[in-house]
């Protein structure tokens, strides 16, 4: 028999198929079946957050802290509306004023941006954790002493944002603290004090 038969005769029937034709047609949807279970399992396999609450641990000053959350809540608000930490401000809740600043993972960020359950299993600093265990970090005094703090309310993210500041970078220049504190505002506009405060917290850090 020829790999072409002709159905031309079949009442009904305009066109012709080939065996081979047929064949590969069905191995196309046998192949698509089959990536659809696939996706399907491993969606199955992933694991599935809310609508609920769960409970989770965040790791915040070295303290392992037990909390139920919404997938949805961020960390700024588990942070000051759950676990009594209300060091970060939240102002802007929008990610562009720097009120809300934490360390995660030795990095300065945004709590009003990051969700909850993604910081589970990393490690988070608030500016509570500057004055734990009776030792005061260089960087609090040097902001009295400066007048850098004002009203208060973008305070503890200059804070947060100096000390992850002078983490990477100890020795800096004015300009370099300007640059590198870019990322908060003050609406009072004491950016000479708190630059003056970085400046003077180095120098005490160094010595």
Known sequence: MSDHQDLKNTPGQRQSVSRRGFVQGAGAVTGAVALLEQEAQAQSAGKVMGP??????LNVNGKPLKVSVEPRETLLDTLRHKLEHTGAKRVCDRGTCGACTVIVNNKVSYACSILAVDAVGKKIQTVESLTAGGKTHPIVPAFVNNDAQQCGYCT????????????????????????????????CGTYVGVRQAVLEAAKKLKA
Do not use: H
């Open 156 to 187: 503890p993210g200059f804070v947060m944002a100096a000390k992850g500041f002078l983490d990477r970078n100890p020795n800096p220049t004015y300009e370099q603290v300007k640059d590198g504190l870019g990322g908060n505002l003050c609406r």
């Open 52 to 57: 609920a609450a769960m409970a989770i641990t």
